[in-house]
């Protein structure tokens, strides 16, 4: 009977089976080296379909203004400057209108008004940007080009930005379309990073006898800023590769010109167009390497953002947009 107690007690006492943790670990592993693999994946095939363009044009490419089908003559600065020109401009307009909804909904909103804003935002966030485009055309090309446009050009007319003959589609159209379609996921993303920070943060300004606008300033802003940047580079993710809505509305015209008045071209945009028209080899190898471009500035982007937020904030600054 001893002996049989003994044993039941071993049994007992017996660590329990790991497996179960070990195939987590590995199968939480793999799923996180796919991604990585994706994005390898990724930019071999463009790569592999850029192959002629690259051995043809080089680096050249990138800083070429000169975008000719007919004589097979391609170079992509003209896009990339329009990329990254209408995202500045969308990040410029969205920023401060996304950070501030989500302090009012967060920090002053009355809970009978602080939802139907939300579900609201979320409904925006849910158009599709067609449907966006379509707008623009109707909508904000012709309002731009009769009250807005004029306006800007008439008091800051001194500046090269507003200078210039008024089209209605150009890079400034560009920009404010693809603000209005950021918003609601850099308001979204925010106003879930304030509701983190602790209570007691606002318990301990207000303690100190600080106003409310000192507190959100202060306690609420200052800590949660890295978490916002988090959410401004999500938003230029999605301004990098906007395509449709910025096709509509910024002219394509594959040109660098100072007035944002002026029609301009998207990495994205060229690809949605020229497509389907790219007849020969070259043509083609010519739109993957704009692709690639496009992939590469996003990648780099996001890299300089990476290392800006850690910058700001040491060590931590890295996890709050992880």
């Known amino acids: 009977m ?3 107690n003994s044993m039941t007690v071993a049994a007992e006492m017996k660590p329990p089976s790991r ?28 790569y592999k ?46 920023v401060p209108l996304s950070v ?57 007319g001194f500046l090269p930005l507003f200078q210039g003959p008024i089209y209605g589609v150009s890079m400034l159209a ?23 920070v602790p209570d007691l943060q606002r318990e301990a300004a207000y303690g100190l006898g600080a106003t409310r606008w000192e507190v959100t300033r202060i306690a609420v802003l200052s800590y949660a800023k890295r978490g916002l940047c988090g959410a401004v580079i999500l938003g230029l993710g999605r301004a990098l590769g906007e395509t449709m809505a910025v096709t509509m ?10 007035s944002l008045f002026a029609p301009g071209y998207t990495l994205a945009s060229v690809i949605a167009n020229e497509f389907a028209e790219a007849t020969t080899d070259m043509y083609l190898s010519a739109l993957f390497e704009i692709a690639l471009v496009l992939f590469a500035v996003t990648i780099v982007t996001n890299i300089l953002a990476q290392l800006l937020i850690s910058a700001m904030g040491g060590p931590r600054a890295s996890r709050a947009i992880q």
């Open 19 to 46: 497996v179960g943790d070990h195939v987590f670990k590995w199968i939480t592993g793999l799923m996180a080296f796919s991604v990585l693999v994706l994005i390898v994946v990724v930019g071999w095939e463009l």
């Open 249 to 258: 509305v910024i002219g394509n015209r594959p040109e660098v010109a100072a």
């Open 100 to 156: 501030a909804t989500a302090v009012f909904l967060t920090e002053l909103a009355p809970p009978k008004l602080r939802q139907p804003i939300v579900s609201i935002i979320e409904m925006l966030a849910a158009v599709p940007s067609v449907i966006y485009g379509l707008w623009g055309i109707f909508v904000l090309i012709p309002w731009l080009r009769e009250h807005c446009f004029p306006v800007l050009q008439k008091w800051l």
């Open 49 to 94: 379909g850029s192959n002629l363009a690259v051995h043809k044009f080089g680096f050249k490419f990138v800083t070429s203004s000169n975008w000719d089908p007919v004589e097979e003559n391609f170079g992509a600065w003209p896009f990339i400057f329009g990329t990254l020109v209408s995202s500045l401009i969308a990040l410029v307009i969205a």
């Open 174 to 196: 560009a920009g404010i379309i693809i603000a209005i379609m950021i918003v609601p996921i850099i308001t979204s993303v925010s106003r879930e990073i304030l509701r983190s």
């Open 2 to 4: 001893a002996e049989i």
